[in-house]
């Protein structure tokens, strides 16, 4: 059961422009949220997270919103440049949970275009 | 700051060959430690993760184990590896509340 989807694989945007990457959940205990870059071999980098308090966060080009209702949230890059070319993952977690565990997304890759 | 080591960063294997893959963190103190695979083309697999010393919990029932002898050390092991076990396996620490960082991974290969 894929309790957080990222149901678009792949995104290609022309340099300047927006991108807008979109994450869905199931479980409704998921309070805190996630973004996640990746490059080719290797590690993750964090991005930017959300609690469930907010419907917001904003990070320089790099904002998250975050719709409870429909249990989904988006990243947007704005404007998108060729570096940020990766795969990006959302993830989700329970906060108040000792373990900290992530679930993560399937990843969509996001080709920005000079 | 805070800094997470792997190694090695690639490696080849023979089915059937054992395995030890390291992680250690630094400038920190009783972290939570994860082992995650990413397989060819999907997402991150929560593997095992650890809370303390001599913790470990598996996501995964898998040819996997996890040990964590020291606060700061994970290990991931194999008494004899498949193909099926190739990936990219990446380890992280977390940060309160829930935020995760990762080291720079290592590329495994079993042929």
């Known amino acids: 059961d894929q309790q957080v989807k990222q149901n678009s694989p792949s995104l290609s945007v022309q340099e300047g422009r927006i991108s807008i990457l979109n994450c869905d959940y199931t479980n409704s205990m998921f309070d805190y949220f996630l973004w996640y870059k990746k490059y080719p071999a290797e590690g993750p980098t964090f991005l930017i997270s959300i609690s469930s308090i907010k419907d917001k966060n904003e990070d320089g080009r790099f904002t998250v919103f975050l719709n409870k209702s429909a249990k989904h949230l988006s990243l947007h890059i704005v404007p998108s440049q060729p570096g940020d070319s990766a795969v990006y993952f959302c993830a989700a977690s329970e906060i108040g949970s000792n373990t900290g565990k992530l679930i993560f997304g399937q990843g969509t890759t996001l080709q920005v275009k000079p | 700051s805070q800094t997470i080591h792997q190694w090695p960063a690639t490696l080849v294997q023979p089915v059937g060959s054992p395995l030890s893959l390291e992680c250690t963190v630094e400038?920190?103190?009783?972290?939570?430690l994860y082992w995650y695979r990413q397989a060819a083309g999907r997402g991150l697999q929560l593997l095992f993760y650890s809370v303390g010393i001599g913790q470990i919990s598996s996501e995964v029932p898998q040819n996997l184990s996890a040990s964590r002898p020291q606060d700061r050390q994970f290990i991931l092991s194999s008494k004899k590896l498949l193909l099926s076990d190739s990936g990219f396996y990446l380890c992280?620490?977390?940060?309160?509340?829930?935020?995760?960082?990762f080291g720079p991974g290592t590329r495994l290969t079993v042929l």
């Open positions: 992280a620490w977390r940060l309160a509340p829930d935020t995760q960082y």
């Open positions: 400038g920190t103190s009783n972290p939570n």
